[in-house]
């Protein structure tokens, strides 16, 4: 509820330390983030380059809430893609957000499943969901299964 951007990134960082389990990583989504993009993508970044779990997971969700409609580029498919780990909220984080990136953005998607550039798991756990997904056509859907 912080108005303030500024402020709200202070507070974020402040709270992520402490942040040790997914259902409390994933409730919280300011409303100001919305209001500056520009300003948060540097701090989508960092948090996403964070060594602890649950900072990187919120970056990367908040990349794929704020950065998977108008003002999203194809460049930060790869900030995800590239993050290492053997946690499985993390690896479980990478799925989901390359699931929602096959529902909104397929075309800049795909290539990462046929060029198969995610670890193993997390490139079967991202097809399955998007094979689940209502949001990502038929047609889409058998492609994948064949990408396996």
């Not at 402040?14 to 300003?39: G, I, M």
């Not at 108008?70 to 460049?75: C, S």
């Not at 995610?118 to 689940?132: N, R």
Request: net charge neutral; glycine share 2%.
């Amino acid at each position: 509820m912080i108005r303030d951007f500024d402020e709200c990134v202070r507070a974020v960082d402040a709270f992520l330390p402490y942040v040790d389990c997914w259902p409390v990583c994933d409730q919280s989504s300011p409303k100001v983030f919305t209001k500056h993009h520009d300003r948060l993508l540097p701090c989508i970044r960092r948090w996403i380059a964070s060594d602890h779990v649950y900072t990187a997971r919120f970056g990367m969700r908040m990349l794929m809430n704020e950065f998977l409609g108008e003002d999203f580029k194809a460049e930060y498919l790869g900030w995800v893609a590239e993050k290492q780990g053997e946690d499985y909220y993390l690896k479980m984080m990478v799925a989901w957000y390359f699931a929602t990136a096959l529902a909104k953005q397929y075309d800049a998607a795909i290539p990462y499943f046929e060029q198969r550039k995610l670890d193993p798991w997390s490139h079967k756990k991202a097809i399955q969901k998007a094979i689940e997904s209502f949001r990502v056509s038929e047609e889409h859907k058998e492609y994948l299964k064949t990408l396996r």
